[in-house]
T-cell receptor
Framework: GDSVTQMEGPVTLSEEAFLTINCTYT??????LFWYVQYPGEGLQLLLK?????DKGSNKGFEATYRKETTSFHLEKGSVQVSDSAVYFC??????????FGRGTSLIVHP | EPEVTQTPSHQVTQMGQEVILRCVPI?????FYWYRQILGQKVEFLVS????????KSEIFDDQFSVERPDGSNFTLKIRSTKLEDSAMYFC?????????????FGSGTRLTVV
């Protein structure tokens, strides 16, 4: 079945550092790919998405490119802020329309 | 911005007791979901609900679980006889439509602790 694998956390960075959170997936067909973010005490929020190969999703300075050849959708940000501290979830949605989530990666950004 | 509201935020219950987790989806949304996340593990799909019936459920969603939309606003998840392994964060979500371009809105979760 479909699955998503994310890098283990926590990822700890200093403010203004470059962020990469790796995500790879296994799916049949051509799923849509998502990154969700959960800030402390809040629900999961859609951060960005990409619906086909080579699409780049972007939002709030975060980017991720749908790479079919490597089955990856890595999340990147050029300069993180303390306010980016949160848990980030990679997810895919295929034919059943029900998203399959990864475990989440906690990001801690220090001033 | 419209929100999905979940109550309570934290529930502690004794093993074998029944619990009801409550959710108020966004008012014009038609599709409703429950997910759970056991600490340190994946967010797992439990069940989806549309037109007053279950449309899809995972193997986790056994006879111990049930969902209901008792009125026009609430969407509840009931666990009949809780087990220790039911301890998890439970997320409710809703969406307006089923096509991939319709986004999910998640609640902030209910942390269930079974002792």
């Amino acid at each position: 079945g479909d699955s998503v694998t994310q890098m283990e956390g926590p990822v700890t960075l200093s403010e203004e550092a470059f962020l990469t959170i790796n995500c790879t997936y296994t799916a049949t067909g051509y799923p849509s790919l998502f990154w969700y973010v959960q800030y402390p005490g809040e629900g999961l929020q859609l951060l960005l998405k990409a619906t086909k190969a080579d699409d780049k999703g972007s939002n709030k300075g975060f980017e991720a490119t749908y790479r079919k050849e490597t089955t990856s959708f890595h999340l990147e940000k050029g300069s993180v802020q303390v306010s980016d501290s949160a848990v980030y979830f990679c997810a895919l949605s295929g034919g059943s329309y029900i998203p399959t989530f990864g475990r989440g990666t906690s990001l801690i950004v220090h001033p | 911005e419209p929100e999905v509201t979940q109550t309570p935020s934290h529930q502690v219950t004794q093993m074998g007791q029944e619990v009801i987790l409550r959710c108020v989806p966004i008012s014009n949304h038609l599709y409703f979901y429950w997910y759970r996340q056991i600490l340190g593990q994946k967010v797992e799909f439990l069940v989806s609900f549309y037109n007053n019936e279950i449309s899809e459920k995972s193997e986790i969603f056994d006879d111990q679980f049930s969902v209901e939309r008792p009125d026009g606003s609430n969407f509840t998840l009931k666990i009949r006889s809780t087990k220790l392994e039911d301890s998890a964060m439970y997320f409710c979500a809703s969406r307006l439509g089923q096509a991939l371009n319709y986004g999910y809105t998640f609640g902030s979760g209910t942390r269930l602790t079974v002792v």
